[in-house]
């Protein structure tokens, strides 16, 4: 009974990854990994100060439930003062049951003045490499078409984006892989995703607490559109609990710490409301971050 049921379960990995490895990889704190979906984020930072940072990005996804998602990621980012152009610079892997797929992306944006805040356009291209390792898989027999490990497969891609933003407000679209292309069928593994977000800080800048309202809505054409409502509270420009709500999936709570001038610490933890709940302990992201001026 017990081969069974982890038959069962290695097979339901094994079809999941083939969807999930059509999606952009997740996190639920947007706000450490805005570059990841929006190229023209690449140096908007919200403190007009800082010139460069880099980020990084944890995820165990449903930790304690065998094969479940893991993601790693890195952030650089860089702006150009004299020249008004962002630069950055994201790699991240992912290892959902016995799919693994590796990505390294390089964005370009344009930061134009308004009269009040500025607008930014951005571009992306990304190399990613999917593959899988089917040696994984419990109670095979000898010779089965899956027990072996697949050829790798490369995959090119280019996105774009808009911003609109300034100390408080931003309000962005942007699509990290509009184009794909691929020796193989590359819609296998790249689908166009979309993505909206917009954010307010309310309250003076010299406010010992602001408040700040956050939306994100996802788009991918084979599932129904992913809406996240979200709230931040900045306490001192220092400290930063917030709570998000995505929709019929999952209560995050977040915390976010300026340990000092230079450093992040963020937290993140998803309470699954889905019908996952059932089998998953949930989810838990780490953020560390390094800000320079």
């Known amino acids: 009974m017990m081969k069974t049921i982890f038959l069962i379960i290695n097979i339901f990995f094994i079809a999941f990854a083939n969807v999930v490895a059509q999606q952009e990889f997740h996190l639920s704190n947007e706000r450490y990994s805005l570059l990841n979906f929006n190229p023209s984020s690449a140096g908007a930072f919200a403190d007009q100060e800082v010139k460069s940072s880099a980020m990084f990005n944890f995820r165990n996804q449903w930790f304690g439930f065998e094969g479940a998602p893991t993601t790693y990621n890195g952030i650089v980012e860089h702006f150009m003062e004299d020249y008004n152009i962002g630069l950055g610079l994201s790699l991240f892997n992912d290892q959902i049951g016995v799919d693994s797929k590796w990505q390294v992306s390089g964005n370009y944006s344009y930061r134009i003045r308004l009269r009040e805040g500025f607008i930014n356009a951005g571009i992306s291209t990304s190399y990613s490499r999917f593959g899988n390792d089917f040696t994984q898989v419990r109670n095979v027999d000898a010779g089965d078409i899956y027990d072996n490990v697949s050829d790798p497969v490369s995959v090119f891609s280019a996105g774009f984006g808009i911003m609109l933003h300034d100390e408080s407000l931003r309000i962005g679209f942007g699509s990290p892989a509009f184009f794909a292309f691929s020796s193989e069928d590359s819609n296998r593994f790249k689908q166009r995703h979309y993505y909206a977000h917009a954010s307010f800080k309310l309250g003076d800048d010299f406010d010992d607490i ?24 900045w306490i001192y420009d220092q400290f930063s609990p917030s709570i998000q709500y995505r929709w019929e999936d999952a209560l995050v709570l977040g915390f976010g710490w300026l340990v000092d001038e230079r450093f992040q610490l963020g937290l993140g933890y998803d309470f699954t409301l889905s019908q996952l709940r059932t089998v998953s302990n949930n989810t838990f992201e780490l953020q560390l971050g390094c800000l320079m001026y």
């Open 210 to 233: 602001q408040i700040e309202p956050t939306l994100l809505f996802k788009f991918e054409s084979s599932v129904p559109v992913q809406t996240k409502l979200g709230l931040i509270v």
